[in-house]
C-alpha cells in the first residue's frame, strides 16, 4: 500500500487518478463549506479510494461535474436511468450526475488528528439523522449563524 499524501487543490486530480488507478489512497484536504457540517472547510481532511462497482446511498464521492469543476457531496440516491443523485450537506438541493464522472469515494475522516471510519455505526446514523435535515436545513443555518456567536462568546472562545 502507498503512504497517503495531504494536498489541497483541483490541480491534484491527475495524481489522485494515478495513485488510484495503483490501488493507493489519496488524503485530500477538504476546501469549500457544502459537506458542513460533516466536513469542514481546511480543517477536515478524507482518505479517497478507487471506486467500487457498487456506489451506495450515503457515499461521500469526489467526482467531476461537467463545467469540469471537482465536489466532494453525498450520494442520496439513484434514479431510473442509473444516474446518482448527489447533495452537498450543507445544501437542501441535488444535483444529478453519471456513474462515470466519479473518481473516488471517501472511505474515511480525519477530524482534528482522528480517523473516522465511513463504516463506523455512529457516522452510518449521524448521516441518517442529517439527512432528514435536508428540506429545513436553511433554517437550520440561519438559527445556527444566530445562536453560534452567542455560545462562542459565553464560552470565552473567539
Not at 495503483?22 to 481546511?42: A, C, I, Y
Request: with cysteine; proline share 5%.
Amino acid at each position: 500500500m502507498m503512504e497517503s499524501m495531504c494536498m489541497a487543490g483541483r490541480d491534484v486530480v491527475p495524481e489522485i487518478r494515478e495513485i488510484l488507478k495503483m490501488g493507493g489512497r489519496f488524503e485530500l484536504l477538504v476546501s469549500g463549506s457544502s459537506m458542513s457540517p460533516t466536513l469542514k472547510d481546511q480543517r477536515d481532511s478524507v482518505l479517497l479510494v478507487a471506486p467500487q462497482e457498487s456506489l451506495n446511498r450515503n457515499d461521500i464521492l469526489f467526482f467531476m461535474r461537467e463545467d469540469g469543476s471537482y465536489v466532494l457531496h453525498r450520494m442520496i440516491g439513484r434514479d431510473p436511468d442509473g444516474g446518482l443523485i448527489m447533495n452537498g450537506d450543507a445544501q437542501n438541493w441535488t444535483e444529478r450526475i453519471e456513474p462515470s464522472q466519479v473518481i473516488a469515494v471517501v472511505e474515511r475522516i480525519r477530524r482534528r488528528g482522528r480517523w473516522i471510519r465511513i463504516s463506523d455505526r455512529g457516522y452510518r446514523m449521524y448521516v441518517e439523522l442529517w439527512g432528514l435535515t435536508r428540506p429545513i436545513r436553511p433554517l437550520i443555518f440561519r438559527m445556527w449563524g444566530v445562536i453560534s456567536p452567542v455560545v462562542k462568546g459565553v464560552s470565552g472562545r473567539s
